[in-house]
């Protein structure tokens, strides 16, 4: 286990870390990863020999996979970046990292502090056990410098934000998110990706495809901001994650009704949220209402497992709209619009966990 002296930052109730690490645990603790693009390495082909970079040894240290969403590493990049950093070393006249590198580990990491703000934090000491959201440039030529015998760079401090517990949904929405403000990557481009392109885990795959369908037509189109982009009001990870575990109940129950739920998923959603479109039809298009607010959506998908449920007991088919819309009727009743209202959807959230009690009274009125 090693230990970082941290401070922890909290913004809209997610917490994090912002730390300093030494080139040298950067080395042993920081995988590198690019997006494979199966067609051979052809920027090798690119890159000049007898310069600075030993780009033998830092291949072997970049893993290629599908999976990944880092885009290819660009030569040139890398080579004036270890120039950068050459010159700071021998001239000692400017900071080599000044910016925070945004670091990700889908483990939770311990953090251990008297007051709840300065502290340490505990890392694995696992290789690879942190990615790189942001700064892999930046690292990736830090480390070509310590390969290249600069010793006295391995107690180089560089300031980093480290997330932890970030699954891929939300890693790949703030990477995009970022990426696409800084260097202009083209929306449609971004749009187009499927979700077995963009993330490893199956389940967030298909949690991807299944909202990008949901804001394209139906209910909801265009009310989801896909990976950071659009016009829509609701980000896509808070939902994404409602969806997978949707999926994860459905895997529980056998492979056979995971199988077909998968592949109906995207329309059963859309069928979905229609009849929930036409249960509440006076207030759905009305901003005045706060139905299709990420709380409400997220307590929406969160009460499918016992909509589900519900549809097996009484044989309604995954994509019978008149026996889904028939099921949820006694949303509208029991629990009716002005429950969105602003004032009095206001004073829910101050009691908190909104989400959680919507999604109780959604639960409750099928029992009926």
Same mark, same amino acid.
């Given at each position: 286990?090693?230990?970082?002296?941290?401070?922890?930052?909290?913004?809209?109730?997610?917490?994090?870390?912002?730390?300093?690490?030494?080139?040298?645990?950067?080395?042993?603790?920081?995988?590198?990863?690019?997006?494979?693009?199966?067609?051979?390495?052809?920027?090798?082909?690119?890159?000049?020999?007898?310069?600075?970079?030993?780009?033998?040894?830092?291949?072997?240290?970049?893993?290629?996979?599908?999976?990944?969403?880092?885009? &290819? =590493?660009?030569?040139?990049?890398?080579?004036?970046?270890?120039?950068?950093?050459?010159?700071?070393?021998?001239?000692?006249?400017?900071?080599?990292?000044?910016?925070?590198?945004?670091?990700?580990?889908?483990?939770?990491?311990?953090?251990?502090?008297?007051?709840?703000?300065?502290?340490?934090?505990?890392?694995?000491?696992?290789?690879?056990?942190?990615?790189?959201?942001?700064?892999?440039?930046?690292?990736?030529?830090?480390?070509?410098?310590?390969?290249?015998?600069?010793?006295?760079?391995?107690?180089?401090?560089? &300031?980093?934000?480290?997330?932890?517990?970030?699954?891929? &949904?939300?890693?790949?929405?703030?990477?995009?998110? =970022?990426?696409?403000?800084?260097?202009?990557?083209?929306?449609?481009? =971004?749009?187009?990706?499927?979700?077995?392109?963009?993330?490893?885990?199956?389940?967030?795959?298909?949690?991807?495809?299944?909202?990008?369908?949901?804001?394209?037509?139906?209910?909801?189109?265009?009310? =989801?901001?896909?990976?950071?982009?659009?016009?829509?009001?609701?980000?896509?990870?808070?939902?994404?994650?409602?969806?997978?575990?949707?999926?994860?109940?459905?895997?529980?129950?056998?492979?056979?009704?995971?199988?077909?739920?998968?592949?109906?998923?995207?329309?059963?959603?859309?069928?979905?949220?229609?009849?929930?479109?036409?249960?509440?039809?006076?207030?759905?298009?009305?901003?005045?209402?706060?139905?299709?607010? &990420?709380p409400a959506l997220r307590a929406f998908i969160r009460a499918?497992?016992?909509?589900?449920?519900?549809?097996?007991?009484?044989?309604?088919?995954?994509?019978?709209?008149?026996?889904?819309?028939?099921?949820?009727?006694?949303?509208?009743?029991?629990?009716?619009?002005?429950?969105?209202?602003?004032?009095?959807?206001?004073?829910?959230?101050?009691?908190?966990?909104?989400?959680?009690?919507?999604?109780?009274?959604?639960?409750?009125?099928?029992?009926?």
């Open positions: 286990m090693t230990h970082f002296p941290a401070l922890k930052l909290s913004q809209f109730g997610i917490h994090f870390y912002q730390a300093s690490l030494s080139a040298e645990k950067i080395e042993k603790l920081v995988q590198f990863e690019v997006i494979s693009s199966g067609g051979g390495e052809t920027n090798k082909k690119r890159r000049s020999s007898g310069k600075k970079v030993n780009w033998e040894l830092l291949e072997e240290k970049i893993r290629r996979s599908a999976e990944a969403f880092q885009r &290819p =590493i660009i030569s040139k990049k890398i080579e004036e970046l270890v120039d950068f950093y050459e010159q700071r070393r021998e001239n000692r006249d400017l900071p080599a990292v000044p910016g925070a590198v945004l670091l990700i580990s889908e483990k939770r990491l311990n953090f251990i502090s008297k007051d709840g703000g300065v502290g340490v934090l505990q890392i694995p000491e696992e290789e690879g056990i942190l990615r790189v959201l942001d700064g892999q440039h930046r690292l990736l030529a830090l480390h070509a410098l310590v390969r290249s015998s600069h010793h006295d760079v391995e107690s180089l401090q560089v &300031p980093a934000v480290i997330f932890d517990a970030l699954q891929s &949904p939300g890693a790949v929405e703030m990477f995009v998110t =970022i990426n696409t403000k800084h260097t202009r990557l083209k929306p449609d481009l =971004i749009l187009g990706l499927s979700g077995k392109k963009l993330y490893p885990d199956e389940k967030s795959a298909v949690a991807h495809d299944i909202l990008m369908k949901l804001n394209k037509e139906g209910a909801l189109e265009g009310e =989801i901001k896909i990976l950071g982009i659009g016009k829509g009001k609701v980000s896509e990870a808070p939902l994404a994650i409602e969806i997978v575990s949707v999926l994860n109940d459905m895997e529980a129950l056998g492979s056979k009704a995971a199988q077909e739920f998968y592949a109906a998923a995207p329309k059963f959603f859309l069928t979905y949220f229609k009849q929930i479109a036409v249960i509440f039809e006076h207030s759905w298009n009305k901003r005045k209402f706060k139905l299709k607010s &990420p499918c497992p016992a909509v589900l449920s519900k549809m097996r007991q009484n044989q309604i088919d995954l994509l019978d709209g008149k026996g889904i819309g028939d099921l949820l009727a006694p949303w509208n009743e029991r629990i009716g619009e002005n429950r969105f209202e602003p004032e009095e959807f206001a004073r829910w959230k101050e009691r908190g966990g909104i989400v959680e009690r919507l999604n109780q009274d959604l639960r409750e009125a099928l029992l009926d």
